[in-house]
């Protein structure tokens, strides 16, 4: 019996590209989360200018309504997706055994949302 033919060959062969499917994987996911934290710090950061962008409207008299208003809805346009990023990052989290990582996130989203509330309830208090 050759080589090729030998069933302890196939199997080896078979477990090694199993193997190497499973390590392709897992570098894969491990690309897809840190792309997700990347995309997750540039939405916070456009979030704070956007957020200082409105509140220089705010102390200019008279108030820019239209463009306060279109700072508001990019807010929540980008806080909603934000908090679904930070979502599957705790999903990541939690599948990687990350405990902590997955509660400072989670603490993070209710932090960013607070924030980002508070923010867009400035201009339309009186």
Request: charged share 40%; with cysteine; net charge negative.
């Amino acid at each position: 019996m050759s080589e090729a033919e030998n069933p302890d060959t196939d199997d080896a062969l078979g477990i090694e590209q199993t193997n190497e499917m499973i390590d392709g994987s897992k570098l894969e996911k491990e690309k897809a989360f840190m792309a997700l934290k990347r995309q997750k710090r540039r939405q916070k950061s456009e979030m704070t200018k956007i957020r200082h962008h409105m509140e220089k409207l705010i102390c200019i008299t008279p108030k820019d309504v239209v463009a306060i208003e279109k700072d508001i809805e990019q807010l929540w346009s980008l806080l909603e997706t934000t908090l679904e990023d930070l979502d599957e990052l705790c999903i990541g989290y939690l599948e990687k055994g990350e405990e902590k990582n997955r509660e400072a996130a989670m603490e993070g989203a209710q932090s960013l949302e607070s924030e980002i509330q508070a923010a867009i309830e400035k201009p339309t208090r009186p």
